[in-house]
């Protein structure tokens, strides 16, 4: 799992996908959904 440690010690966990010269795109998900849910 990667994560980010912030000042505070919270620790967030992201995902690295696509070509390393793709253009940066940032998604987030919301409470009670994890990163794993996807819609059928």
Request: net charge negative; hydrophobic share 45%; glycine share 0%.
């Given at each position: 799992m990667t994560t980010i440690t912030?000042?505070?010690g919270?620790?967030?966990f992201?995902?690295?996908w696509g070509s390393?010269?793709?253009p940066?795109?940032?998604f987030h998900h919301g409470?009670?959904?994890s990163a794993?849910?996807?819609p059928s």
């Open positions: 912030m000042r505070d919270t620790e967030l992201y995902k690295d390393k010269d793709a940066v795109i940032v409470w009670p959904l794993d849910v996807h």
